[in-house]
């Protein structure tokens, strides 16, 4: 007697239902723990490629320079860690089930599991919807559309070959991406060239404290930040407020990453303000507290 087969469940998997999606190995040799890490390495190149391009489209905005803290570094190992959890966490929980859900509904339904995969992918990212905006959420959904697509194919021998081609990926966004930026097609932002007569007037940090400068040279400080050590035997800063007079003087530079202004008020003490935002939403900064936070605290010019 003839057993019968579903359509597409022969070796190949290539009609409108897909291979079997038992617990077991199918014919071509597609297990859990072999989508599992499929999914999961999905996740990680496409984090990868989001974050390249964010390095990439970081390098045309206004941003102040980063805070150095050496013992960032050792919080890698730790973040790599929590990555993979969070992997494995959407892997066999979001990505695995639409996939194994989809070919199931394609069984008992009809049409492609494609198709109800793409619709499951939708409902599971549609609870985000609000909080991510439109763009974002298709981004989303596309992501994990990729990821469940990728996953539904794997077969022995797939991570190896997802692993060289997704890593030949990654390298080649960086790669385009720094050529872009070196040959003018994106333009990397520069701070605003400044001059001393441009930061005469008063500047705010939105929140009551101000700086004002005056032509003369003289600086007027109203409950402006600054951090002090809280005592001779601790190395742990106090922030406090300042108010008072003093001087201020505008230091030049051949490049405005360079470019400062020095204040000096007896009763406060601060590091030179340094430079960022735009030509016509300059921002002065530094940054406050312990160096393993890195406060950012900015003024900006008060209104006129």
Known sequence: MRSEQLPGAAAGGTGPVGPATANGPDPDGRTSARMLRISMLVLFLEAALLGVGAVVIGQTRPAPVAGHNALGLLALPFLVAGGAVVGLALSSGLVLPVVRSGELLARRAGGRPLWWQSALAVAATAPVAPFLGPWWWCGGWAALLLAVVVTARARRGGFVTLLAWGTLAVVSAGTLGGAALYSGVLVPYTPPRMSAEALVGSW???????????????????????????????????????????????????????????VTIDACSWVPWEVTGTDTDPVLYQYLGDPDAWDLYELRRAPR
Do not use: I, K
């Not at 035997?233 to 003093?246: N, P």
């Open 204 to 262: 705010t940090d939105g929140d009551g404290g101000t700086l004002t400068f005056t032509a003369d040279g003289r600086v007027t400080a109203r409950g402006v930040r600054y951090e002090e050590v809280g005592s001779p035997d601790s190395f742990e800063t106090v922030s406090r407020e300042c108010t008072g007079t003093g001087r201020w003087v505008y230091q030049p530079s051949d490049t405005p990453w360079r470019q400062s202004v020095e």
